[in-house]
Each structure stands twice: as C-alpha cells, then as structure tokens.
C-alpha cells in the first residue's frame, strides 16, 4: 500500500514524507494565497493555514516551529 513500510508486522506505522521547516513555510504560503482567493480576511486565513501546518507535524509528532 503507498505510504506504508513494506516489513512484515509494520503495516501499521505510516511513513510520511520529510516535513521540514523550508516545505512547511511554502505549504504556509500557498495555503494563505488560496484562503484569501476564497475571499477569507487575513486573520482567518493565517489561523486556518497555521492549523493545517501544526495537524501536518502532530501526525509527524514533530515539535512546532516559533512562528506558528
């Protein structure tokens, strides 16, 4: 299945692609530009993209970064 390790017995563990701070910051970006084209307000919009990036590093459980 994608996004599974192939070992038997470890069907269960996800393996997700790197999430470093670079990908996280243009994943930021991109979800900001698509929030305030759906005529969101500025606050809303960081809000929302924020909490996508923070859910994005909780599957990881991966720490937050200061800027979020």
Do not use: V
């Not at 192939?6 to 698509?34: C, S, V, W």
């Not at 969101?40 to 200061?66: F, H, T, V, Y």
């Amino acid at each position: 299945m994608k996004g599974y390790e192939g070992e038997p017995g470890n069907q269960d563990i996800k393996k997700y692609k790197e999430f470093t701070e670079e990908r996280a910051k243009r994943l930021y970006e991109e979800l900001m530009l698509q929030y305030l084209e759906t005529g969101i307000n500025e606050i809303e919009a960081d809000k929302k993209a924020k909490a996508i990036i923070k859910k994005q590093c909780s599957i990881r459980r991966m720490p937050l970064w200061p800027w979020l």
